[in-house]
T-cell receptor, first 113, second 111 residues
Framework: EAQVTQNPRYLITVTGKKLTVTCSQNMNHEYMSWYRQDPGLGLRQIYYSMNVEVTDKGDVPEGYKVSRKEKRNFPLILESPSPNQTSLYFC????????????FGDGTRLSIL | GEDVEQSLFLSVREGDSSVINCTYTDSSSTYLYWYKQEPGAGLQLLTYIFSNMDMKQDQRLTVLLNKKDKHLSLRIADTQTGDSAIYFCADQSQAGTALIFGKGTTLSVSS
C-alpha cells in the first residue's frame, strides 16, 4: 500500500531534549516536505527536499533541521526543542510538487513541556 | 503574499448538500486541491482540479473553479454524518515547492 509513515505519532518531552521525527515513503517520490499545523494558523511549511541531498527552507524553519540521505526517508530533527514547537507535524511526499498531488502522513503530535 | 481564504464553519443537516468556498491569490497554479482531515487523523487528499478546468465531478463531490474570480468551491451532495471533518483548500506556491493552505472549514453534519 502506497503510504507516508511518520513516527512517533505522539510524543511528550521536555525543553532541550533532542528529538527526531522520522518520515518514510514507499512511492519512490522525489519530493518530500514537512509542515506544522497550529490552531488559527493552518499548515505552514518547515523544510522541503526536491531530491536526495537537496533540502531547502520553507516558511518556518527556525529551530528545525532535516536531512535527505536516502530517497525514501526525510527525518525532522529538533536539536533543542522549546515549548513554541508544540504542534501537529505532517510529512508529505510527491513525484513532483508543481504538478502532482502531495500525499500526507497521519501526523505527529508533539508536546514540549 | 500568497494567501488562501476559507470560511471557518459550516453546519448542515444529513442529506442536504454542503458547499465549501475558497478564494486564493496566486493564479499560476497547475492544480488546486481539497484535503479532508477527520478528528485525530492525517490529511487525506479528497480531490483536485487542473487549473484549465471549470468543473470536476467525482461521485458525490463536485469542484467548481472560477479562475477569473480566483474562487474554488467544493460541493458535497447528500451529506452524511461521516462527512463531518475539517476541509482544507490548498493552492501551490508560486515557486511550486509548497502547498499554501487555507485555515480549514469545519463541516458539522447533524442527523
Amino acid at each position: 500500500e502506497a503510504q507516508v509513515t511518520q513516527n512517533p505519532r505522539y510524543l511528550i518531552t521536555v525543553t532541550g531534549k533532542k528529538l527526531t521525527v522520522t518520515c518514510s515513503q514507499n512511492m519512490n517520490h522525489e519530493y518530500m516536505s514537512w509542515y506544522r499545523q497550529d490552531p488559527g494558523l493552518g499548515l505552514r511549511q518547515i523544510y522541503y527536499s526536491m531530491n536526495v541531498e537537496v533540502t531547502d527552507k520553507g516558511d518556518v524553519p527556525e529551530g528545525y533541521k532535516v536531512s535527505r540521505k536516502e530517497k525514501r526517508n526525510f527525518p525532522l530533527i529538533l536539536e533543542s526543542p522549546s515549548p513554541n514547537q508544540t504542534s501537529l507535524y505532517f510529512c508529505a511526499s510527491s513525484l513532483s510538487p508543481s504538478n502532482q498531488p502531495q500525499h500526507f502522513g497521519d501526523g505527529t503530535r508533539l508536546s514540549i513541556l | 503574499g500568497e494567501d488562501v481564504e476559507q470560511s471557518l464553519f459550516l453546519s448542515v443537516r444529513e442529506g442536504d448538500s454542503s458547499v465549501i468556498n475558497c478564494t486564493y491569490t496566486d493564479s499560476s497554479s497547475t492544480y488546486l486541491y481539497w484535503y479532508k482531515q477527520e478528528p485525530g487523523a492525517g490529511l487525506q487528499l479528497l480531490t483536485y482540479i487542473f487549473s484549465n478546468m471549470d468543473m470536476k465531478q467525482d461521485q458525490r463531490l463536485t469542484v467548481l473553479l472560477n479562475k477569473k474570480d480566483k474562487h474554488l468551491s467544493l460541493r458535497i451532495a447528500d451529506t452524511q454524518t461521516g462527512d463531518s471533518a475539517i476541509y482544507f483548500c490548498a493552492d501551490q506556491s508560486q515557486a511550486g515547492t509548497a502547498l499554501i493552505f487555507g485555515k480549514g472549514t469545519t463541516l458539522s453534519v447533524s442527523s
